[in-house]
């Protein structure tokens, strides 16, 4: 069963940084691409970044272009996402996403439950 | 970047119903475009990438269709389970987007 599980959510005051991170089991990482989206409370979705299979391709959406880092550890099934210089407007639900590629069209196939982050004083 | 406008953001309907939803992007992106729907409380699931292709699974009262700036998800014969908020998304080039939703009502 394939499966993506988030955590390192919480409060942080606004300034602040907090790593989340994302533990996949049930496919083989290694090849593919994974995404983070997040979503603000009653809000719609919206792209964070993405990191290729061997880490070649990372992108950011310009919301969170300098104060976010994305890396991924294949051998240990893990991804991570470190977030600094918070904003009240980067609290949301964040979920880890596998991206799936099908004759050269791509999109977000199996998605963890998420992890909130607020940032607040 | 490119964006994506939904239309309506919400609608009511009936069981039975068919709807259309819309989806504009602001520059050709051929056919990547995807629809996802999320459920009260839970996480989006896809139902058509590439503009007009089932995903595995998914009932064929779906059907997506549309080319380079106009999209359409239309479902036919709602069911009281297609309660959700949907989706538009693109993958044309490296920075993606979601359309701002729409909310249908049972």
């Known amino acids: 069963e394939v499966q993506l599980v988030e955590s390192g959510g919480g409060l942080v005051k606004p300034g602040g940084s907090l790593s989340l991170w994302c533990t996949t089991s049930g496919f083989n990482l290694s090849t593919y691409s994974i995404n983070w989206i997040r979503q603000a409370p009653g809000k719609g979705l919206e792209w964070v970044s993405s990191i290729s299979r061997g880490s070649q391709k990372i992108y950011y959406a310009d919301s969170v272009q300098g104060r976010f880092t994305i890396s991924r550890d294949n051998a240990k099934n893990s991804l991570s996402l470190q977030m600094s210089r918070l904003r009240a407007e980067d609290t949301a639900v964040y979920y880890c996403?596998?991206?799936?590629?099908?004759?050269?069209?791509?999109?977000?196939?199996?998605w963890g439950q998420g992890t909130l982050v607020i940032v607040s004083s | 970047d490119i964006h994506l406008t939904q239309s309506p953001t919400s609608l009511s309907a009936s069981v039975g119903d068919t709807i259309t939803i819309t989806c504009r992007a602001s520059?050709?992106?051929?056919?990547?475009l995807n629809w996802y729907q999320q459920k009260p409380g839970k996480v989006p699931q896809v139902l058509i990438y590439a503009a007009s292709t089932l995903h595995t699974g998914v009932p064929s009262r779906f059907r997506g269709s549309g080319s380079g700036t106009d999209f359409t998800l239309t479902i036919s014969g709602l069911q009281p389970e297609d309660l959700a908020s949907y989706y538009c998304?693109?993958?044309?080039?490296?920075?993606?987007?979601f359309g701002g939703g729409t909310k249908v009502e049972i």
């Open positions: 998304q693109q993958n044309y080039g490296t920075s993606l987007t």
């Open positions: 520059q050709k992106i051929s056919s990547y």
């Open positions: 996403v596998r991206e799936v590629r099908i004759s050269g069209n791509y999109f977000f196939d199996f």
